[in-house]
């Protein structure tokens, strides 16, 4: 190494590193905290200013003011300086104040090797397919600004002309470390309380309004897979947390979390199908109603709810069995029904109507029967937007206002049916699913978010009435769409209308869940499935080691030949030229290195006069395609044939 | 220490002064990665812990894209410097005590163009150079001549981190070539010696730039304001024209002359500066030296020749 101090970097140096700084802080800035944002954007205007008027940096003693501030700025923010979220804070404090001390190129590659580390935190936020699209570009970027810095007499265009060409040959690798590098289920240590926050979906708990707001979400709660067809609409009940205590206004999930056996669905046949779960960092699975099999390590609470052992955080895929037809498990404790009869002391007059009935009916199910015709035979509306409710939520929506969600429908009936002294429970989860026809997977978004009723029958168990199903029948049957009426603003993705554009989202979905499936869900149960189709008899972390060198091993094989190919061209007077030396070096009259042309054809002459006029000839059209006017293909062309027309005796 | 010298010629097949052209083949580049280079590798290392901790994909799908790139680079690196040919260029004489310059002619063969390719030669100062496709280039590599004599450029190193600064490749070689140093001109010599040595200075015969007195054939060393350009267009062949004066003098330049007190080096460096000044005042000049005598004279051949004869005495 030369001892010599490296040269400041230059303009266009810095320019890259800015560009390659501003493309992986720009995602940073919306997740950052609000102080932190403004200061990087600060930052960044203020290096962009420095650039343009090619003004000094700031001082050392004023940056390393900047980064205890920093420092103890992102403290106070997360009381701690572990962790995903303060990890990623300093991470952005240390690029953006890097940024203002780059003076050489030992700062240029830290730089650099920051938003590398910039550039992976933002997959813990997204990892859609935009997000690795702005990923790859700024990985361009990065690669471009490293060329750079090794070299920085080449032109912008050059330097990502180069940085492309590295990448696409980097592909390849990618591909094959990606397809068999042993996967690890992580985490690999505790994960830190931060690492999940801000997802959709239900929750333990229901007051009016809530369901009707998550609906207004177009996302995706899970994809489903049949293995044979798909069951008819009406009986798609994906069913998730059973909320079975009320305080007047919200109706919340039990704490017992009493496990029990799969019920005895002998009797129907099994429906067979693959859930792929967005994370919503709850601990239950969606399933069908009755769940048939359970996924490996989850379990069965008594309320038919399925449990996996921890938080759902990265995207699940998990296979299950259910039984549509099949009833509940009729036996339930004589206390754990009493606790579904509790009731608040609220709502005199809807607690008066239901014991009424109760007294004119024989049995519950005629009690049942007389409510959800209540509710079709009243004027009764099916709205997205329902008045706000007071105290006495139900009593008013049932004698006021009448119009309501079905979270409305599902929490009265189920305080009715209690008042009638009928065990009740709400459920909630989803109905329904769009088929997307491009992959023929089944979508369940959080439009499709849904609450029903189980009442608890003598010998029969606990039954499903939806009394939804009674005022809007086509909700359950056609989904949402065509439950509302024409004026209600529906969200996006449940419109009857704008056919092509629901195409195009369908299409766009089906490339998103295969990315999901292929890319992002690529866990080691999926590597194995993989590599067994692919042939891979015992694809053990071993096999798929050597199997990884050996491609590895041969793509560098295959890149090395690329790069010492020889290519050597010359054009075809000159090769003419060299054949005629060859020819000639037969009888051992080849050029000598430092021969010209005239001189060449003159020894050649001497030594053999019976050639003298053909070599004059080409000799002299050589010199005058070479250093003469004459150019072109037809001279070059008549040179080629007089030197493979040239006879040459060899003995003489 | 004489041991890993050894075993580094091993190693890196140094066998002497090489037959020009050079061809650094496949087996004489060697590639490692830099100090940048490990860098990268242990941030991928690092990155990779957290995709695996956090189950990122795309953390997975980035971090091999980079160990490809890292791969990749190794080639490019590797090419950049590979089938390079060298061969030996022009070498000036110097003086002890100045930079020798070894010139250095760099092929490229290929259809591709070479970028930031160092050459440095031990204990020189990096060239920096790129190198076009198809194309030759010259590099003077400087080299400080401490001693008179011949002096030996030894190893060159030729490397490049072209093009990502993550890995290096380089090559030694030797090139046969080697500097003639002349002996360092005393700083503050005594006057010539021209009124002890000074034989009768008078005019007859001797050349001066007053009086024409005829032509003769042209010497390199010759001023191009005496050619004679008519006498050029007339006969086709340069001459200069001759000048009789009267300045013309000789001193001859005697090693048994100088003081007893001074050692050889003394003695040549004084006798250096001497040449210098008798050349440069156009006097015609002579050189004893022990066992050896140059023969009164003028001219740039003459001054080379008994420079080199100082540069090599006793060698």
Redesign the interface.
Same mark, same amino acid.
């Given at each position: 190494m030369?001892s010599?101090p490296a040269p400041p970097l230059t303009r266009t140096q810095e320019l890259w590193l800015l560009a390659c700084a501003v493309l992986t802080l720009v995602p940073a800035i919306q997740p950052a905290p609000p102080w932190l944002a403004a200061a990087l954007i600060l930052a960044l205007t203020w290096r962009a200013w420095l650039w343009w008027r090619r003004a000094t940096l700031p001082p050392r003693w004023l940056l390393n003011l900047l980064v205890v501030a920093g420092s103890v700025g992102v403290f106070l923010t997360y009381r701690h300086l572990f962790g995903?979220d303060p990890g990623i804070a300093l991470l952005i404090l240390f690029l953006a104040l890097k940024l203002l001390e780059m003076r050489r190129?030992r700062d240029g590659?830290a730089v650099i090797?920051l938003c590398?580390?910039l550039? =992976?935190t933002h997959?813990?936020n997204a $990892?859609g397919m935009e997000?690795?699209g702005l990923?790859l570009a700024a990985?361009v970027v990065i690669?471009s600004a =490293?060329?750079s810095?090794?070299?920085a007499?080449?032109g912008v265009l050059a330097q990502l002309r180069?940085a492309v060409l590295?990448?696409a040959?980097?592909? &390849?690798?990618?591909l094959v470390?990606?397809l068999l590098?042993p996967?690890? $289920?992580? &985490?690999?240590?505790g994960?830190p309380v931060d690492?999940y926050s801000g997802m959709t979906g239900l929750s333990e708990s229901m007051s009016p309004g809530d369901i009707s707001r998550l609906i207004q979400s177009g996302e995706i709660a899970f994809r489903v897979r049949f293995e044979g067809q798909i069951p008819p609409q009406p009986s798609l009940y994906w069913r998730g947390p059973v909320l079975g205590n009320f305080d007047g206004r919200s109706w919340r999930a039990s704490l017992a979390r009493e496990k029990v056996g799969l019920p005895d669905t002998a009797t129907s046949q099994p429906v067979g199908y693959e859930i792929t779960l967005e994370p919503h960092n709850k601990t239950w699975l969606f399933a069908l109603e009755i769940p048939a099999s359970l996924p490996a390590g989850a379990s069965l609470s008594r309320e038919y709810l399925i449990q996996a052992r921890a938080p759902v955080r990265?995207r699940l895929r998990y296979a299950m069995q259910s039984s549509p037809g099949a009833g509940h498990d009729p036996g339930e404790s004589a206390v754990s029904l009493r606790r579904y009869l509790s009731l608040p002391p609220n709502n005199p007059r809807t607690q008066a109507l239901a014991q009424q009935w109760r007294r004119e009916a024989t049995d519950p199910e005629a009690v049942i029967r007389r409510m959800l015709e209540h509710f079709r035979q009243e004027s009764f509306f099916y709205t997205l937007t329902p008045p706000l409710l007071g105290e006495n939520s139900i009593d008013e929506f049932l004698f006021g206002t009448r119009r309501g969600f079905c979270e409305h429908y599902a929490s009265a009936f189920t305080f009715a049916l209690r008042a009638a002294g009928i065990p009740a429970r709400v459920v909630t989860g989803y109905q329904g699913g769009q088929r997307n026809p491009v992959d023929g997977y089944l979508i369940v978004r959080q439009s499709d978010a849904h609450a029903w009723a189980e009442a608890w029958l003598e010998g029969r168990g606990w039954v499903r009435v939806d009394p939804t199903a009674a005022i809007a029948p086509s909700r359950i049957e056609a989904g949402l769409a065509s439950a509302m009426p024409a004026s209600e603003a529906l969200p996006f993705m449940v419109r009857a209308d704008f056919s092509w554009l629901r195409q195009l989202r369908f299409r766009w979905e089906a490339v998103g869940n295969a990315w999901n499936q292929w890319?992002?869900?690529?866990?080691p149960q999926r590597q194995r499935e993989v590599l067994s189709r692919l042939g891979m008899r015992e694809p053990d972390w071993q096999a798929m080691a050597a199997a990884m060198a050996t491609l590895?091993g041969l793509l560098?094989l295959a =890149?090395?030949a690329w790069?010492?190919r020889?290519?050597?061209?010359l054009d075809p007077t000159q090769r003419a030229w060299n054949r005629l030396s060859r020819k000639l070096g037969r009888i051992g009259l080849a050029r000598r290195p430092w021969e010209g042309p005239a001189d060449y054809a003159r020894r050649v002459a001497q030594a053999r006069p019976e050639l003298a006029q053909s070599i004059q000839a080409i000799a002299g059209l050589y010199v005058d395609l070479r250093y003469g006017k004459l150019n072109g293909d037809a001279p070059s062309q008549r040179l080629r044939g007089l030197v493979s027309g040239l006879d040459i005796a060899v003995s003489k | 220490m004489q041991a890993v010298a050894s075993f580094k010629r091993w190693l890196f097949r140094l066998y002497g002064p090489e037959a020009a052209p050079i061809r650094l083949s496949q087996r004489r580049v060697y590639v490692l990665p830099t100090r940048a280079g490990l860098a990268f590798a242990a941030s991928l290392v690092l990155m990779l812990t957290g995709a695996i901790n956090y189950n990122l994909s795309l953390g997975y799908a980035l971090i091999f894209l980079l160990a490809g790139l890292g791969l990749v680079t190794l080639l490019h690196t590797f090419r950049n410097l590979v089938h390079l040919e060298i061969s030996p260029g022009r070498v000036e004489p110097v003086f002890a005590g100045d930079n020798a310059g070894f010139g250095l002619q760099l092929h490229n063969r290929r259809g591709q163009s070479r970028f930031a390719l160092e050459l440095k030669l031990d204990g020189g100062e990096t060239q920096a150079c790129d190198l076009a496709a198809e194309a030759t280039t010259l590099v003077s590599l400087p080299l400080l001549a401490r001693r008179r004599g011949w002096l030996r450029p030894g190893r060159v190193t030729l490397e490049t981190r072209y093009p990502l600064c993550l890995v290096r490749a380089w090559s030694y070689v030797e090139p046969d070539m080697r500097c003639l140093v002349y002996p360092k001109p005393e700083a503050s010599a005594p006057p010539l010696p021209l009124a002890a040595n000074g034989e009768n200075g008078g005019p007859r015969g001797g050349r001066g730039s007053e009086d024409f007195s005829g032509l003769r054939s042209h010497q390199p060393a010759d001023s191009p304001r005496h050619v004679a350009w008519k006498a050029v267009a007339r006969e086709q062949i340069l001459l200069t024209k001759q000048f009789a004066g009267a300045s013309a003098a000789q001193v001859w330049l005697d090693w048994n002359a100088l003081p007893q007190g001074l050692d050889v080096e003394a003695r040549l460096s004084r006798l250096t500066r001497w040449l210098i000044d008798a050349h440069s005042r156009g006097l015609a000049y002579g050189l004893r030296l022990p066992g050896r005598q140059l023969a009164l004279g003028q001219g740039a051949q003459h001054f080379q020749e008994c420079l080199e004869a100082l540069a090599l005495h006793g060698l």
């Open positions: 030369a010599k995903k190129p590659l090797f590398y580390f550039l =992976l997959f813990l $990892q997000v690795a990923a990985l690669t =490293l060329a810095l090794a070299h007499g080449s180069l590295m990448l040959q980097a592909l &390849p690798f990618m470390l990606f590098f996967r690890v $289920q992580g &985490p690999l240590w994960m690492a990265s890319v992002l869900g690529y866990d590895c560098l =890149l090395t790069a010492l020889k290519r050597i061209r | -």
